[in-house]
């Protein structure tokens, strides 16, 4: 059973950079083929795709975000991340590390697993 667990802080403030980190364990982030990507869930609102990359380091980027977004992997550590530059207010949410087949989900089904989520408030 794969396990995802997302870790970062939970509290920035407006402008600065947000990195989170998702851990892998049970498996590999090279053992089999997934994207593994980032969703968000703002407060009151959908699943939104943040981007996706695959162990061989190939990313992929909501065009919506795109410009403040960047995904790294580590696979050494079986680690991958996200940093979202010059972040906002519109960027609090729960995000959360997610493994599928797709690069793009719009819903849970969409994906094979994720992790808990951590909650993201960015305030001054």
């Known amino acids: 059973q794969v396990r995802l667990q997302e870790s970062g802080p939970g509290l920035v403030k407006p402008s600065q950079t947000l990195s989170l980190t998702c851990t892998v364990s049970?498996?590999?982030?090279?053992?089999?083929?997934?994207?593994w990507s980032w969703v968000r869930q703002p407060p009151g609102k959908g699943l939104e795709w943040m981007g996706a990359?695959?162990?061989?380091?190939?990313?992929y980027y909501n065009p919506t975000h795109k410009s403040h977004t960047s995904i790294s992997r580590d696979t050494s550590k079986d680690v991958f991340t996200l940093q979202l530059t010059s972040v906002s207010y519109e960027d609090t949410a729960v995000y959360y590390c997610v493994m599928g087949r797709l690069i793009w989900g719009s819903k849970w089904s969409d994906y094979d697993n994720w992790g808990q989520g951590t909650q993201v408030t960015v305030s001054s």
């Open positions: 990359i695959t162990a061989s380091g190939s990313s």
């Open positions: 049970g498996d590999s982030l090279g053992a089999n083929f997934y994207y």
